[in-house]
């Protein structure tokens, strides 16, 4: 049983870098391409892709069991917290530092989480209807 071992720690861990990793690589590839490096943004991209597909090979042991009603409910949850705990805390302490764009920046990341969860829902509540 994977649930509460160092492994699923580990996993969730390795997930979040490979995420992470994805991310940033494109990011890098859009700014490369910018410069007018295309073999750079090239090298990039290819390996953004990778990462993204070591990310899903990992996920699939964390999320194995799931059906979609359960990854609308996970998701929901997830965006809810984003939009009402996680940004609005960052907010917070973003205001206290006098980081204002930065704070109006989470305050907008919220209200885009907030509608990612309401489409969840109303999803989940279409799904269970059927």
């Known amino acids: 049983m994977l649930r509460g071992t160092q492994t699923e720690k580990n996993l969730w861990l ?35 892709k990778q990462e993204q597909e070591h990310a899903r090979l990992i996920f699939q ?17 997830s965006e809810n917290y984003e ?21 109006k920046f989470f305050r907008e990341i919220a209200k885009i989480e907030a509608e990612h969860e309401r489409k969840f829902l109303a999803l989940l509540k279409n799904f269970s209807s059927k």
């Open 61 to 77: 042991f964390l999320n194995e069991k799931n059906n979609t009603e359960t990854n609308l409910k996970i998701s929901a949850q």
């Open 83 to 103: 939009a009402n705990t996680m940004y609005e805390e960052y907010e917070r302490v973003a205001l206290q530092e006098g980081l204002e764009d930065i704070a």
């Open 14 to 48: 390795a997930f979040a870098g490979e995420s992470q990793a994805q991310n940033k690589y494109a990011y890098f590839a859009e700014m490369a391409k910018r410069e007018g490096r295309e073999d750079v943004a090239k090298v990039f991209m290819e390996n953004s």
